[in-house]
């Protein structure tokens, strides 16, 4: 018996692009979103827009419209007496669970970065940062003026990290290390997870002053606090010693190879020689395949001073600069790899 069922037409070009294009919208809608918490506001069952919007002091016909176009998307549904429902899409846009993304949805819709982001074109012609000529400092410099903004960015760092660390965690094994130090280390996430699942490892969490306050605060009372001794300071001056393992984790991305190589070369001055440099990144690799780490290279191009995301080579490039070898890459089931390097 024959099937003349077929398979539906495959979409014109101009169709997929406009798809594509369109993308920013579909951002900026979740952006939204979580902007407003309303993924909390339904924590507690299912909502008219009228009175979700009295909740969160919004204006009711709008905020039906950015539900209605979310529900379109599987983020929240709407059911037949008009109420709004979560859905498995929306439930990381929830503050209070384990892997929230709503810092992350947040930060993408941050004023200032989006601006950075529209000028992203000059910024490729001239090979300037984007983020400088629109708003005349960097971004470090600008969060640092801008609390509120501080913030939403740690907030979305945190959920970056918590969304990689499990994938990292099974790729590799950070159990035969000492004293792991971790640089620029931020709020600790990544270290109290490795010394949660290590109990032998020590680990020593640096960064700068504002922010090592804020990691004392979260990792107090903690399981792993005894065995994380923190300390102040910037990996452009020096890089503490005390550890066999230096771990970096989304930092270079941050910075030109030469600003890298800077970094880097303060590890190798403290490093045994028996010693392993851990760089967790995206790793480019090459032809056409998509990867996350292919558009994050576009948000550094817009936003940083330079940083960008790295090839395996160029990787490699900035090792031998610094007084290391690349031993191997770690891939991993998260955008990120590991990226090991030896004293050389």
């Not at 997870?193 to 020593?204: C, E």
């Not at 300071?233 to 991305?253: C, M, Q």
């Not at 440099?277 to 330079?306: R, S």
């Not at 090839?311 to 690349?326: D, K, V």
Request: proline residues 6%.
């Amino acid at each position: 018996m024959s099937d003349d069922r077929s398979a539906p037409p495959e979409p014109p070009p101009a169709a997929v692009l406009m798809q594509m294009v369109i993308g920013r919208w579909v951002s900026q809608t979740i952006s939204a979103a979580a902007e407003l918490g309303v993924a909390d506001v339904l924590c507690a069952g299912p909502l008219t827009p009228d009175a979700i919007a009295t909740k969160i002091g919004a204006h009711g016909p709008s905020l039906h419209g950015l539900l209605r176009t979310l529900a379109s998307l599987g983020i929240f549904a709407e059911d037949a007496e008009g109420r709004f429902h979560q859905t498995p899409l929306s439930e990381p846009l929830r503050s209070d669970v384990p892997g929230s993304l709503r810092g992350w949805a947040r930060y993408a819709g941050l004023r200032v970065a989006v601006l950075a982001w529209a000028d992203l074109a000059t910024s490729i012609h001239l090979g300037e940062p984007a983020f400088r000529r629109v708003h005349g400092k960097s971004f470090f410099d600008y969060l640092a003026t801008a609390p509120a903004d501080a913030a939403i960015f740690d907030q979305a760092m945190h959920a970056v990290s918590s969304s990689e660390i499990p994938a990292v965690l099974a790729a590799y094994d950070f159990g035969d290390a000492g004293t792991i130090v971790d640089v620029g280390g931020g709020d600790g996430t990544l270290l109290a997870a490795i010394l949660d699942k290590h109990p032998t490892v020590r680990g020593i969490l640096y960064d700068l002053d504002h922010v090592v306050g804020r990691s004392r605060e979260r990792l107090a009372g903690t399981a792993v606090a005894a065995r994380i001794e923190i300390k102040a300071g910037s990996f452009f001056d020096a890089a503490p010693p005390g550890g066999d393992t230096y771990l970096l984790k989304h930092i270079l991305h941050d910075w030109n190879d030469e600003q890298s190589v800077q970094i880097l070369r303060h590890c190798r001055r403290v490093i045994p020689a028996s010693g392993r440099l851990l760089i967790v990144e995206c790793v480019i690799t090459p032809g056409n395949d998509p990867g996350f780490g292919k558009l994050l290279d576009l948000e550094m191009i817009a936003v940083t001073e330079g940083g960008r995301e790295r090839t395996e080579a160029e990787f490699a490039a900035l090792f031998t600069a610094a007084g290391f070898r690349l031993a191997r890459v770690v891939a991993s089931d998260a955008p990120t790899a590991v990226v090991e390097g030896r004293p050389i």
